[in-house]
T-cell receptor, first 115, second 115 residues
Framework: DAGVIQSPRHEVTEMGQEVTLRCKPI?????LFWYRQTMMRGLELLIY??????IDDSGMPEDRFSAKMPNASFSTLKIQPSEPRDSAVYFC???WGQGSNQPQHFGDGTRLSIL | AQSVAQPEDQVNVAEGNPLTVKCTYS??????LFWYVQYPNRGLQFLLK??????LVKGSYGFEAEFNKSQTSFHLKKPSALVSDSALYFC?????????????FGTGTKLQVIP
């Protein structure tokens, strides 16, 4: 089975540029999560979707961040404009089922560096 | 509100010795508990979970965890550590109440197995 696929794996860009991170969840999973990991803050949940609908975006840092899930196979996290403090590893994860006892399956992340 | 604590930033153990990585939690209802492992430049990988039933849960790679309700703990254990077990370990908790609840992750414990 293919796992959660994220692209790109690495992104280096200059401050002020738009950044788009992409995620393909595991087929059949109906929950999708975006996380950010830094040394200072650890693992932070940014937003999660259920059946392509955003459920909780309270972790999104500010209006510069936006996420979409146009269909069950694809999600994007966009930062516009980007700032150096956005540098982090961004993970996408997916899970199955209404039952909340299912584990999340993580992609290998996008390492984002904003210069 | 739910929370999870991993009191040790790092645990060092000699190869072949038993290892324990500690986790305590707080939820208002019954907990669903998870352990994940993260290797360098990889996403989190699910190891094991406690839902209900036996307090000793067995998982991947020879790991097990013991659920202790009175102490609100869910420590990760392995009888004999391998150098390849060196990684970052995350405990996570979710309230098993009605509806979908977000997972709360701990800050992670770095396990170093010394040859």
């Amino acid at each position: 089975d293919a796992g959660v696929i994220q692209s790109p794996r690495h992104e280096v860009t200059e401050m002020g540029q738009e950044v788009t991170l992409r995620c393909k969840p595991i087929s059949g999973h109906d929950y999708l999560f975006w996380y950010r990991q830094t040394m200072m803050r650890g693992l932070e949940l940014l937003i999660y979707f259920n059946n392509n609908v955003p459920i909780d975006d309270s972790g999104m840092p500010e209006d510069r961040f936006s996420a979409k899930m146009p269909n069950a196979s694809f999600s994007t996290l966009k930062i516009q404009p980007s700032e150096p403090r956005d540098s982090a590893v961004y993970f996408c994860a997916s899970s199955w089922g209404q039952g909340s006892n299912q584990p999340q399956h993580f992609g290998d992340g996008t390492r984002l560096s904003i210069l | 509100a739910q929370s999870v604590a991993q009191p040790e930033d790092q645990v060092n153990v000699a190869e072949g010795n038993p290892l324990t990585v500690k986790c305590t939690y707080s939820v208002s209802g019954n907990p669903y508990l998870f352990w994940y492992v993260q290797y360098p430049n990889r996403g989190l990988q699910f190891l094991l979970k406690y839902i209900t039933g036996d307090n000793l849960v067995k998982g991947s790679y020879g790991f097990e965890a013991e659920f202790n309700k009175s102490q609100t703990s869910f420590h990760l254990k392995k009888p004999s550590a391998l150098v390849s077990d060196s990684a970052l370990y995350f405990c996570a908790v979710r309230d098993a109440g009605r509806g979908y609840q977000k997972v709360t992750f701990g800050t992670g414990t770095k396990l170093q197995v010394i040859p």
